[in-house]
């Protein structure tokens, strides 16, 4: 990790200092889901525990490739997270909603990553860019992402499930 005019660059993601989450990529929202936080997530301070953020990311992100690809989606696609990156912004608590808001920001030739934002009536929670490998689901090797699964996941639109 290197400091780079205020920024923290982590493998080419980078997150703002600042208190406030960057501004996102002109590209459009993909997906959208809310749940309710529940009692169990948050910690002795009455919050949701640091790393369960990832846990709801991983869940939206399961949830966002099935509505588009279906339900046996490893059959087209099969990813491991390479980077994780992610700032803080306000607490969420139970009974919280939290609505998660995904979007591909960037696709390589065999990696896309993915900006995550959360956020609760009272406003945001948080923010995350996360880097996806495309593998082999046999050797685990990077492999291509798929030319339709590229497509597929980038002209998906809101979709709340």
Partial sequence: MTVDQGR??????SMSSASQPEAAAEAPVNFRHSFRVPYGD??????????????????????WIASVLGADYLKQLDVMVKTAA???????????????????ERWGRTSFDVRTDMATADGPVM?????????DSTTHRPKPVPDGVR????????TEV
């Fill in 42 to 63: 948050c910690d002795m301070q009455g919050v949701v525990f640091n790393a369960n953020y990832l846990v709801y990311i991983d869940d939206a992100f399961d949830r």
């Fill in 127 to 135: 923010t995350a860019r996360l880097r996806y490998v495309c593998v």
């Fill in 86 to 104: 992610q700032e803080w912004i306000a607490a969420a608590r139970h009974p919280d909603i939290v609505t998660l808001e995904m979007t591909v």
């Fill in 8 to 13: 923290f660059v982590l493998e080419g993601l």
């Fill in 151 to 158: 497509a597929q996941l980038a002209q998906s639109r809101p």
